[in-house]
């Protein structure tokens, strides 16, 4: 893949980028943006975290870099629209106005090439329909064997302190399930607001959790984020949907091909 031939799609979503955190992965996003071209893109909210910002100044050039690329994306042709999220809820204040070349919406319906209607919006208002700890869905499995160690040396200290035994992993273990299930309804609840439109699908952000599939006949799509999973949704020219892992691609390009590598036309090797 070279520099002058970016990927071409119809559509791009991006989301929950996080600028203004040490956890967003600028670079990553640059690159993409670098290698990829679109008619229509879609920021779908919480691309620049007030709120972290608020408690702690953190910025990089590159997150400098993200938001000039966008801007000349939109200056030169693409249909730029910024859907703002719960932690960059300031720029919610300026719905329906235009920032330079960018629209600013709150939710905006979306019709793909082949005829379907999608309602885009970045999904924190069913926040209060499912009510549980949102971050658990994120941190999810991976801390359970973490706990189950922890567990130990927790219930060690108990014991000297003469209590009785209290299963942290399991209380943790309860507090997953849940984030589970608060996933699962999280989505229901979203793609039951699209039915009610009469729409075909939504696409949205917000729990980190790329996802397309089918929910009683909407498609359900979340383009995940650029925190941890390094994730877009695209639209193809034909219409189709599909869920892009940039990290894959980022790697493949960074692999150098064999033919690449010193062989023995090098003179020094020939003069030993
Ligand atoms: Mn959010």
Not at 59 to 69: C, E, F
Not at 100 to 121: K, M, S
Request: proline share 2%; glycine share 8%.
């Amino acid at each position: 893949m070279s520099e002058d031939t970016p990927l071409k799609f119809r559509s791009i979503w991006i989301s929950d980028v996080h600028l203004g955190t040490s956890g967003c992965q600028a670079d990553y996003l640059l690159d993409f943006l670098k290698h990829t071209d679109c008619e229509y893109l879609y920021l779908v909210g919480d691309i620049i975290d007030g709120w972290a910002l608020k408690r702690n100044w953190y910025w990089k050039q590159s997150h400098n870099d993200v938001i000039q690329k966008v801007l000349r994306k939109a200056r030169k042709g693409t249909h730029v629209t910024y859907v703002p999220g719960n932690h960059d809820e300031g720029a919610r204040q300026f719905l329906g106005l235009m920032f330079g070349d960018i629209r600013i919406e709150d939710e905006v319906i979306h019709t793909t090439a082949d005829g379907r209607r999608f309602l885009v919006l970045h999904g924190d208002k069913f926040d209060g329909v499912v009510q549980c700890a949102k971050w658990l869905a994120i941190v999810g499995d991976r801390l359970y064997g973490f706990t189950l160690k922890l567990n130990h040396w927790f219930n060690r200290a108990r014991a000297r302190l003469g209590l009785g035994y209290w299963s942290l992993s399991q209380y943790l273990k309860l507090k997953v399930k849940t984030a589970v299930s608060f996933v699962g309804k999280f989505e229901e609840a979203v793609a039951a607001e699209a039915r009610h439109l009469n729409l075909d699908g939504v696409i949205c952000g917000h729990i980190h959790k790329a996802e397309m599939r089918d929910i009683g006949g909407i498609l359900y799509c979340n383009d995940g984020d650029w925190v941890e999973s390094l994730t877009a949704l695209v639209e193809h020219a034909s219409g189709e949907l599909e869920i892009v892992t940039w990290q894959k691609f980022y790697t493949e390009q960074q692999t150098v091909p064999a033919a690449a590598t010193p062989t023995a036309t090098n003179p020094v090797g020939i003069a030993a």
